[in-house]
Nanobody, 126 residues
Framework: QLQPVESGGGLVQPGGSLNLSCTVS?????????????IGWYRQAPGKEREAVSC????????SYGESVRGRFTLSIDITKNTIYLQMNSLKPDDSGLYYC??????????????WGQGIQVFVSS
């Protein structure tokens, strides 16, 4: 059973940076079993709708970003570790929320995730 596991959240001041990691564990995570999945991040703040942050194919290729984070966040992958990284720069208080790593085996754009991590908290505050 594939499972995304997040790490790296915490408290940061406005204008600061954080790097989130997501590692996919499970019996099918080795070899090329993940090639057909897309992987990415969603976030949700209290009282707000869930928002897609970023997504890419596990086999590499083009990344997509939500409009509110484009130019500030960068998604990368280390396929040897089944891990993606979300480098978040120039953070704003509005970036605060619970960040979820997701897997999607149905679409290349993370639109229909079928695996969700537990979520990791990001606080941007002075």
């Amino acid at each position: 059973q594939l499972q995304p596991v997040e790490s790296g959240g915490g408290l940061v001041q406005p204008g600061g940076s954080l790097n989130l990691s997501c590692t996919v564990s499970g019996s099918s995570a080795s070899g090329s079993g993940l090639d057909y999945y897309s992987i990415g991040w969603y976030r949700q703040a209290p009282g707000k709708e869930r928002e897609a942050v970023s997504c890419m194919s596990m086999s590499g290729g083009r990344r997509s970003y939500g409009e509110s984070v484009r130019g500030r966040f960068t998604l990368s992958i280390d396929i040897t570790k089944n891990t993606i990284y979300l480098q978040m720069n120039s953070l704003k208080p509005d970036d605060s929320g619970l960040y979820y790593c997701v897997l999607d085996q149905l679409t290349p754009t993370c639109d229909r995730p079928d695996r969700w991590g537990q979520g990791i908290q990001v606080f941007v505050s002075s």
